[in-house]
């Protein structure tokens, strides 16, 4: 079974959009060293920002014939062919793929909540094409709403980056006991935290390296600590220039985290 992996936090600006993009890019690069027959990744925005669908392709005037929307809005019969059609090449790597976001993702919402089966009209079609793929990786927006419910559901895996200010015990607890209902509440038993994100560490902060060590020390969220990726201006530099930050500086000290993290996370698919 191909493992999704969902980006989620209800708190904007801690990495979200940053993680999954650079960890896709990174998985593609980790797979194909690997030898791996299918080193491909399919990355899907789910955020009408669409900061991931800029980066990775370029451009963020997706809409209506073109991009998730497009799927959503759909028939269910033909949304896995809509599906393939929608999906792009990333500038990164010919084997990043991109599902693009839209800002009339807005609207989608809108439109769907209260139809039945709504929170499952990308989960539906995308399992008509993950076995395509090694992995497939969902950025999402900065809350809980309908179409962060959708990645969750079509998800295996849920990531939670979180900046070191927002690690407080009851936040993160939080977080996942939402995913946890959208889990049971759905039937979706395959969806589980898989990992805590740290993004944006400062180690120089006195109270950046006390809420890590209060995190490490707790006896069910230290042991999902999945990596710590320092605050680095590379990163922001790299977006500027919509290219990764294995592209822009492998030696930045985000790159080396990030590529500890994607190393986790691959050895843990070749391990499923």
């Avoid at 998985?27 to 925005?45: E, G, T």
């Avoid at 076995?131 to 990786?137: D, M, S, T």
């Avoid at 006896?219 to 930050?245: D, M």
Wanted: charged share 20%; with cysteine.
């Amino acid at each position: 079974m191909t493992r999704v992996y969902v980006f989620t936090n209800h708190k904007g600006g801690v990495g979200k959009s940053t993680s999954a993009t650079t960890i896709a890019f990174g998985m593609v690069q980790m797979l194909r060293y690997a030898k791996v027959s299918n080193p491909r990744v399919l990355l899907i925005d789910t955020d009408s920002q669409s900061h991931a669908t800029l980066v990775t392709t370029g451009r963020k005037d997706y809409g209506t014939n073109d991009s998730l929307y497009t799927v959503l809005m759909a028939d269910r019969q033909s949304a896995p062919q809509v599906l393939r059609e929608c999906i792009v090449a990333s500038e990164w790597d010919v084997d990043l793929h991109v599902l693009p976001a839209s800002p009339m993702l807005e609207g989608a919402e809108r439109e769907l909540t209260g139809v039945a089966g709504a929170p499952y009209r990308l989960a539906d079609p995308l399992s008509k094409i993950a076995n395509q793929y090694a992995a497939i990786v969902i950025d999402t927006r900065p809350s809980f709403s309908l179409m962060t419910e959708m990645g969750l559901i079509a998800a295996t895996d849920a990531i939670i980056p979180v900046e070191p200010r927002y690690l407080e015990t009851v936040g993160l607890t939080s977080v996942m006991n939402k995913i946890n209902e959208i889990r049971d509440g759905w039937r979706h038993p395959n969806l589980h935290v898989s990992g805590i994100l740290v993004t944006k560490m400062d180690s120089r902060v006195r109270g950046h390296n006390h809420l890590l060590n209060e995190l490490q020390a707790h006896p069910t969220l230290g042991k999902l600590l999945l990596g710590v990726i320092p605050a680095n201006e590379a990163v922001s530099y790299a977006h500027r220039q919509h290219q990764s930050i294995f592209a822009y500086d492998p030696a930045a000290p985000a790159s080396k985290a990030y590529a500890q993290v994607i190393g986790t996370l691959v050895r843990a698919m070749a391990g499923a």
